[in-house]
């Protein structure tokens, strides 16, 4: 299989596309051998990859391939039990300062307002009251939830709640962030809105940025590169390398050559549904 | 959608408020005045002329509000019942949080707290009153036997059944784990918490009676038993209602934090 790339092949595709890949800096995140299983169950095995210090990386995969799983991993949530997990120089084994990470069901807290919620991870880290006084604006203003500082997430829409989750993540300016499905739960148009909000947000301020997604399109719009799980345990399938003119914009979507990678991982991954979909749970 | 649950939010006071159907009052009236008269017509007919009926007790609660020894009365045992409860709240919180959130707590403390919480609290009366005298001290301590296992069985249930979803937030943001408990899993447990203190209070003041009318001591239940025994049962029954009326007080008291404090509780199912 030509299409195949092995995990140093970043080196070989900048030569295709000089102008992306040359800017996503030295490794920030390297993942190197990663297993995991739940007793007898291997949920992966074998994930080695590498996160550029600006680079957003999005993983796809079948559904239950253990994305969410690696990716709890990765900012420490959850232990692993094989390979390692450097962020940095540090070897991860619980949650680290530096990492954010963005959930799909939001995580907010209902008791807390906007503002508070926004203000709970730097709150965590100690900033004393007046960092968190300057940033929290800053940062709800950044995500465009100005003015509703003193909502509360049920007074907002799914999306609103993302956005705040989102603020939450990055008022804490971390090197790392971890996006779970982030906006899975939200309706396709606030999907399509937050997409762009968080790619504009990414150029103000770029990071490592590891993205699960199911959704093949969000993962070629976002990603530099995608990553496509596959089997059960699950392990890197293909990494493949999306070559889109920077920055990413609306225009993206009718480049020619998204339809082509999009096509790419499609082909990819649905060969890996279709033979997961008729697989009986054991 | 965000626009009109914003606009609902900001005028909560047109939620409909539950019992305050427009249709409830007629009905409610009607049952009440036929309880009453049936009430006044029976004690009338067939009961010696000491006996509370409604009519003679309406026109006691002058007198009996204005008599020094029932205000006296009054303010002990509800001095009594605040301070007993305040203290079963504290204590109740504590424990009933680590043993939500600890197994070991959970282990140790659980069967105690259900036998406790099911014991009769008149049972305990004897050994309080040998253990603390025939004294306020053993009011005190039968309203926090009576309040504290409510309170201890709400919020561990409350504690246990705080969302993954935020521990697992609090755990990303390195929370220590004091600040979990306090930060997390206390405002989370809130709703249980408030149904814990709201039967706490009923409690609290049925311990509060119990002990005034078994050790004698100066309060609402004592003036109670003293005006049933004098034949002033008229003006026992001002006590009577005056004991209901601060078992409603509670009640309302609870609803109104939660709507103030927690206007979030009941609208989770939109935010997830």
Known sequence: ?282 | MSVSTIAAAATPSKRPVAGRAPGAFWPRFIVGAVILLSWEFVVRAFAPPYVAKPSTTLMAIPRVFADPAFQTATLSTLTAVAQGLGIALVFGTVIGLLMGRSQAMERGFRHYVNGFFAMPMIVVLPLFSLWFGYSAQTRIATIIFAALFSIIINVADGARSVPREYLEVAKAFRASRISVLFGIVLPASMPYLLAGFRLAAGRALIGAVVAEFFLSIGGLGYYILYNSRSYKHSEAFVGVLLLAAFGVCFELLVVWVTRRFMPWYRREDKSA
């Open chain 1, 1 to 282: 299989m030509p299409e195949v790339q092995s995990q140093g092949s970043s080196e070989i595709s900048s030569l295709a596309s000089p102008s992306m890949a040359a800017n996503t800096g030295e490794p920030r995140i390297r993942v190197r051998g990663l297993g995991k299983h739940y007793g007898a169950l291997e949920v992966f095995r074998d994930i080695t990859f590498d996160v550029g210090k600006r680079e957003i990386v999005a993983i796809v995969g079948p559904s239950g391939c253990g994305k969410t799983t690696l990716l709890r991993c990765i900012d420490g949530l959850l232990p692993h039990d094989d390979g390692e997990i450097l962020v940095g120089e540090t070897r991860v084994t619980e949650p680290i300062a530096g990492v954010a990470m963005v959930f799909q069901h939001f995580g907010l807290f209902p008791w807390k307002t906007v503002s508070e919620n926004v203000a709970y991870g730097l709150r965590m880290a100690g900033a004393p009251k007046a960092e968190i006084a300057r940033k929290v604006p800053e940062f709800i203003k950044l995500v465009g939830l100005a003015g509703f500082e003193k909502a509360f997430p049920y007074q907002m829409s799914g999306g609103m709640q993302q956005r705040c989750g989102l603020a939450r993540a990055l008022a804490v300016e971390p090197n790392v962030l971890l996006m779970d499905e982030p906006f899975a739960a939200v309706d396709a148009q606030t999907r399509e809105i937050l997409q762009f909000e968080l790619l504009r947000i990414w150029q103000e301020r770029p990071t490592a940025m590891v993205f699960v997604t199911h959704s093949i399109e969000e993962a070629v719009l976002l990603g530099h590169r995608v990553i496509v799980l596959k089997g059960r345990p699950s392990s890197i399938h293909e990494t493949i390398v999306i070559d889109l003119p920077e920055p990413r914009t609306r225009d993206t979507l009718r480049h020619p050559r998204f339809a082509e990678l999009r096509e790419r991982v499609w082909g990819t991954l649905m060969r890996e549904a279709r033979e997961a979909e008729f697989v009986l749970e054991r």
